[in-house]
């Protein structure tokens, strides 16, 4: 076998270009193999980030003229689930944006999770530094420039701990940045990982509620309002 070894590497030296492409395309093989397990890995078997999984889910609108049709909830209306529900112990909102980061003429598209108050507690996350947003600074109009920033940009500043209390420009506007997420949180949408969470009351937002201990799951469900369903 050493002898099989010798003669291939002596066939390989001896045509350089063949050995390059060789190995060029056993690179991107090898790449491409780890992406798409890395991805497969992350829809279906990678537990989420966040407490008790089992026990929370995602509400849509139906379409009532198209049953099969389902989109996100108006702001007004999630507040409606939200206090009047007897289902689900606390239920929240999200969306995710394409936002801009950094100063103009050095400005980088990232993902941005737009979020409501209780985002954080519902999910049983708890941050890494500093405090997660107030129910007040979600309130119609108070307009509080706050942000969350992932773990991944606090490494990216070298976990430096001024983070906390700085200035992020987001599509030119300053947010004061006032909790790190924890490490490996990448919000409820597996794949895209938002690099900010910003809270905010977007036109067209998801729902995601915590169903109470106290009711048997069946029962639970039949008391979701017709308007909303469960994914």
């Known amino acids: 076998m050493i002898q099989d070894f ?12 063949f050995t390059v492409a060789a190995a060029t ?3 991107l093989g090898i790449g491409a193999n780890t992406a798409v397990f890395s991805l497969v890995n992350t829809l279906f078997f990678a537990p989420p980030a966040y407490a008790k999984p089992h026990e929370v889910v995602q509400l849509f609108s139906q379409d009532k003229k198209d049953p099969k049709k389902f989109r996100g909830f108006s702001y007004p209306t999630y507040l409606d689930i939200r206090e009047q529900n007897t289902v689900f112990s606390d239920a929240m909102s999200f969306n995710l944006a ?13 993902f941005a ?6 985002y954080f507690s519902v999910l049983g996350v708890p941050l890494a530094q500093g405090r997660a947003f107030l129910p007040e600074e979600e309130t119609p ?17 070298d976990l430096d701990p001024r983070v906390l209390g700085s200035q992020l420009l987001v599509n030119g506007r300053p947010f004061t940045i006032v909790g790190i997420t924890p490490k490996g949180f990448v919000g409820t949408m597996q794949v895209l990982s938002p690099k900010v969470c910003g809270r905010g009351q977007a036109c067209d937002r998801r729902a995601g509620g915590q169903f109470r201990k106290s009711l048997p799951r069946r029962a639970k469900e039949s008391d979701i309002p017709d308007r909303s369903g469960v994914a």
């Open 6 to 17: 010798k003669f291939a590497f002596r066939q390989l030296f001896k045509a350089p270009a």
């Open 141 to 157: 109009g108070r307009n509080t420039a706050v942000a969350i920033v992932s773990y991944g940009y606090w490494q990216k500043h």
């Open 113 to 118: 999770a737009i979020v409501s108050s209780n």
């Open 98 to 110: 394409m936002i801009g980061l950094g100063q103009k003429g050095d400005t980088r598209r990232a």
């Open 25 to 27: 395309v056993l690179a």
